[in-house]
C-alpha cells in the first residue's frame, strides 16, 4: 500500500514516514508548484500541512494558520478527484471543543466559538468535501520526548523550574506519539471514515501532569507559570497552552482501538525511564 503525507517533515509527519513502507511526501513547495499528480497512484492521502500552532498570534500569523490548512486541504481534496486514491485522512484538533466541558464526538458536536474552534470547523469543512471516504483526527496534545509539547517542556522541568500553569485546574488531554502513529494504521487497516478523537482515554489536570513529569524527572515542580505571562508571550495564541480540554475518543474505543499509553504515568515513563 502506497502512502502520501503530506506535512510529513513535521514532528508526527516523521514518526509517520518510519511506520510506513512505502511513502510519497507532499512538501509545501509541491502545493506552491501545483504539483500534486505525485499522489495519483497512492492508496491513502494523510493530511498533516499546518502552519505550527504554538507561536504568537499575530493578525498575519492568523492568516497562515488559516491558509496553511485550509488552503492546503482544497488543494488535496481537488487532487484526489483524478487520482486512486481510496481514503483520505485529514487532521483536526481538540481546539475544536469548548473549554470546561467533557467532551468526546458526538457530546460536543457543535464545537467551541474562538478563532481556533472556529479554524477547525473550516479546516473540517474542507476536508469533508472530499469525494472518497474521508476520516478526520482531532489531535490532543501529542506527546514524545523526540519533539513537540514535551520537548519544549523538558528543560525547564530537567533544571527544576517546571509548575503547572495558573492554579493547574485545566483539563489537559494528550496522546502518546506511538499511540497516535497506531491510530492511523487502525483507520487505514479497517477503512474507517468519520470524525476521531486521538486523544488517550484518561485526559488529566495540568497540576497532575506536572507532578507526574517532575517525579519521572526526578525534580521539584513548585513554580507556577501566571497566564497572563503566557498571553504576554504568545498573544491570542496562548489560549492553546491556558485553555481546558476535556475530552474522550469515544469512537475509536467503540471500533475496538487499544491504546498502549492510558495513563499519562505510563507515557513520561515509556520517554524518560525506558531503556
Known sequence: MKIAI????????????????DVVTISRADFKNNNLDKIKDCDVVINLAGAPIIKRWSDEYKKELYSSRIDTTKALVDAIKNSNIKHFISTSAIGFYPDEKECDEESCSDGGDDFLAN?????????????????????????????GALAKMYRAFSMGLGGPIGDGKSWFSWIDLKDLVSIFHFLIENKLSGIFNATAPN???NKDF??????VLHKPAFLPIPKFALQVIYSEG???????????????LSKGFEFQYKSIDECLKRNYEDK
Not at 476520516?135 to 506527546?143: D, E, K, N, T
Open 6 to 21: 503530506s506535512g510529513a517533515s513535521g514532528f508526527v509527519g516523521t514518526a509517520l514516514q518510519k511506520s510506513f513502507e
Open 238 to 252: 496562548a489560549t492553546v497552552l491556558t485553555g481546558s480540554k476535556r475530552v474522550y475518543p469515544k469512537m475509536l
Open 203 to 205: 485526559p488529566v489536570l
Open 119 to 147: 479554524l477547525c470547523k473550516d479546516w473540517e469543512a474542507e476536508a469533508k468535501k472530499c469525494s472518497v471516504d474521508t476520516a478526520i483526527v482531532r489531535f490532543g496534545i501529542v506527546l514524545d520526548k523526540s519533539g
Open 210 to 215: 506536572t507532578k507526574s513529569f517532575a517525579q
